[in-house]
């Protein structure tokens, strides 16, 4: 194993990226927005470019560090005057605006909580969120207002003030104020106040993939971990010009959307519009990016549109690109190193682990179709369970960890400063996700004996054929070497003999069409590469896989459907465009 893995203590690794930040000033404290955006003030990096935002009709707005850190001051300010307190919610439903990026900052600032929500959700979606999280304040545009919040006002008490970020004053609706008009009225000063590590700073609904979403509540001291993993996971480095496609919805697009690259200096990329591969591409050259950060679903829709749309010798600056959120299969890590010129990087985390915690870093050999070994300062075990998914125990009580390639439950020792500090008003379910002082992952996977971690399946999603375990994605990325496949879904269905049997979806690539003989060959490509028992015994065909809106497979849903079943919460269901 290589020894920068297992050298330092974990305390230490956490201890060193501490202090690589400032604190507040006279001790008061670790702030997520004064590491981000004030302390780069006075120096170099003041009138650097923070944040460039590309809008969808070609517009585009440079904030430079000082800016932001007057327009957060501002936003700061407005709080203050509306008398909200410091571990109060503010919500936020909006496209990616530089005003989305203001509000995250300034309501950090202030010692608010910050909870961004995804603009494309419905009405349902957006009231129970903003009513398990009792929002105070919600920051949008007039559209998502009138059509999403408007009619729901008498269904949330505790909602007190609506910001509108699109409207001057005189043309604010009724219950609502106009956003730009308080900044401008507003101090650009503001002073941070005294913040201590563990007060919460943010609220990070989950991605909804195996049920209802979750509530994770992060705290200040995450942007140690924030800062740490974008270097030794993202390769980050002062000056970087960054993109990161996720929406600050989701965890990673806040985590790594906004706050660790802004603690590196590094410039943001923030592109209003939605996936579309020329685009996406024109942004990686144009912009000159250095470090990119992207989802497996993206990849694969650029592998599905042909490399030859690749500017490949035009992406000269771009260093360094990694994916989360699903599997990596292992041919596009060869892909990436194709059409962009960089292989993969993929890496692990959840939004209760709030960072990066399992990457294929810089530095290192990738090892394709694995997540890459557990970062320095993440202590990470595998651990054994029984028939019924129960963390095995030995004759003296303790938990048996697995042998290397032996599959089990990923487990994180506790502590970690991004570590989630409770799911909201779900006290038991947070302290069933502890054991012995282990954070149980809930995701299946196997250890090689060089400590790369290779993902097997959701707990959820495991299937029982015959006696073997089987985890989809042993399934699906045997189904996706296959030129023809883009997408796969693995699920288990009941069958009397076997307990369960495999089914899979697929979605092809383009120029491929559904037949029986490519599913003969899909079954016969399976069955070789897997064996009859785990090769899955039927293949539909599906170009639109449901999928959640931060891009992963729903395997409870192809399930549902299969089977007639309750669909349950849909809520971050994408929907076929
Ligand atoms: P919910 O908990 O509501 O079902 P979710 O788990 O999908 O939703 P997130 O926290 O956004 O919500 O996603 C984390 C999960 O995504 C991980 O637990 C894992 O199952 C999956 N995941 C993340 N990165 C990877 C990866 N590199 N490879 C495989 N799976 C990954
Ligand atoms: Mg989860």
């Known amino acids: 194993m290589d020894p920068t893995v297992t050298m330092d203590q974990p305390s230490e690794v956490w201890g060193r990226a501490r202090r690589a930040l400032d604190g507040l000033p006279d ?9 981000a955006v004030d302390r780069h003030l006075g120096t170099d990096r003041e009138h650097r470019v923070a944040i460039r935002w590309l809008g969808v009709r070609g517009a585009r707005e440079d904030l430079t560090y000082g800016d932001l850190a007057e327009r957060t001051s501002r936003f700061a300010n407005v709080l203050q005057d509306l008398g909200v307190g410091a571990g109060d919610p503010v919500f936020a439903l909006s496209g990616r605006t530089p005003l989305l990026y203001v509000a995250a900052l ?35 545009t007039e559209a998502q207002y009138r059509r999403k919040v408007a009619g729901l006002r008498g269904d949330l008490p505790d909602l007190e003030h ?6 001057a004053a005189d043309a604010a609706p009724e219950g609502t104020r106009s956003l730009p008009a308080l900044l401008d009225a507003a101090r650009s000063t503001y002073e941070i106040g005294p913040t201590d590590p563990e007060d919460p700073a943010l609220l990070h609904f989950t991605s909804g993939t195996t049920g209802t979403p979750k509530g994770a509540v992060h705290v200040h001291e995450a942007v140690v971990a924030h800062h740490a993993t974008g270097r030794l996971a993202l390769d980050l480095r002062d000056g970087d010009v960054f993109w990161c496609t996720a929406d600050p919805g989701w965890v990673t697009g806040t985590s790594y959307g906004i706050i ?15 996936f579309e591969a020329e685009r996406w591409y024109g942004i ?29 010798e035009d992406l000269g600056r771009l260093r360094f690109v990694a994916s989360v959120g699903e599997p990596l299969h292992a041919e596009a890590v060869a892909w990436g190193r194709d059409a962009l010129g960089t292989p993969i990087h993929d890496n692990w985390w959840q939004t209760e682990t709030g960072g990066i915690m399992v990457a294929n870093g810089p530095g290192q050999q990738i090892r394709p179709g694995s997540m890459g070994r557990p970062l320095p300062g993440v202590d990470a075990a595998v651990l054994a369970l029984d028939d019924h998914g129960e963390l095995r125990r030995d004759g003296a009580g303790e938990l048996v960890r697995c042998d290397p390639d032996e599959t089990g439950e990923l487990a994180l020792r506790a502590g970690w400063p991004s570590m989630f500090r ?66 796969a879904g693995v699920i288990g269905v009941p069958d009397p003999v076997a307990g369960e049997v495999v089914q899979a979806f697929v979605s092809l690539a383009e120029g491929r069409h559904p037949s029986d003989e490519l599913r003969r060959e899909l079954l016969g490509h399976a069955r070789g590469r897997l064996g009859p028992a785990v090769a899955p015994r039927t293949i539909g065909f599906d170009q639109d896989l449901p999928k959640t809106r931060s891009g992963k497979i729903m395997r409870r849903l192809l399930r549902a459907r299969v089977l007639g079943l309750d669909e349950g919460d849909t809520s971050t269901l994408e929907v076929a465009r």
């Open 106 to 140: 300034g309501t950090l600032k202030h010692r608010a909580v910050f909870s961004p929500l995804f603009a494309a959700f419905g009405p349902e979606p957006v009231r129970t969120r903003l009513r398990i999280g009792r929002g105070r304040v919600l920051v949008t």
């Open 422 to 487: 409770g799911y909201l008003d779900q006290d038991e379910r947070y302290a069933r996700c502890f054991a012995d002082g282990w954070y149980r992952s809930g995701d299946l996977v196997r250890q090689d004996a060089d400590g790369y971690v290779w993902f097997v399946g959701r707990g959820d999603d495991v299937i029982k054929s015959a006696g073997h375990l089987i985890g989809p994605f042993e399934v699906e990325k045997v189904l996706l070497e296959h030129p023809a496949v883009v997408e």
């Open 260 to 274: 660790s690259p802004l603690t590196h200096g590094a410039t943001l990329v923030v592109d209003e519009g939605e």
């Open 162 to 167: 609506v910001l509108l970020v699109d409207v």
């Open 27 to 35: 001790g008061r404290g670790l702030n997520i927005a004064h590491e």
């Open 284 to 312: 990686l050259r144009d912009q000159a990016v250095d470090v990119w950060y992207t989802a497996p679903t993206a990849v694969r829709m650029l592998m599905r549109a042909g490399a030859d749309l690749a500017p490949r």
